[in-house]
Nanobody, 123 residues
Framework: QVQLVESGGGLVQAGGSLRLSCVAS????????MGWFRHAPGKEREFVTA???????YYADSVKGRFTISRDNAKRTAYLQMNSLKSEDTAVYYC?????????????????WGQGTQVTVSS
């Protein structure tokens, strides 16, 4: 069992930056694929970015060049650096983990989820 706790959300003006963190319980964090998803009101949960255990990274087209995913295995933490934020980035952001996320963009590929952290971008 893995527990995920996100932090770092908040209110920011358009063009600003935020860094989200996701701390995982357990000793095998380095073997997990990690993903970030977001859910805005009236929309389906949306893939944002993912980083595999082997450091391969994936990004949604909407965030490429603005968002960066990283991980620190010693701290059992995944990060999401968000720059040049836009109003359309407003959503609840969720961290997800799985030992083998077959399709990194699919929510169903991840067995473990955090509780989410709200990101609000004001225009």
């Amino acid at each position: 069992q893995v527990q995920l706790v996100e932090s770092g959300g908040g209110l920011v003006q358009a063009g600003g930056s935020l860094r989200l963190s996701c701390v995982a319980s357990g000793r095998t964090f380095s073997s997990y694929d990690m993903g970030w998803f977001r859910h805005a009101p009236g929309k389906e949960r949306e893939f944002v970015t993912a980083i595999r255990w082997n450091w391969s990274t994936y990004y949604a087209d909407s965030v490429k060049g603005r968002f960066t995913i990283s991980r620190d295995n010693a701290k059992r933490t995944a990060y999401l650096q968000m720059n040049s934020l836009k109003s359309e980035d407003t959503a609840v952001y969720y961290c997800a983990a799985d030992q083998n996320a077959g399709v990194t963009t699919a929510p169903g590929s991840y067995a473990y989820w955090g509780q989410g952290t709200q990101v609000t971008v004001s225009s």
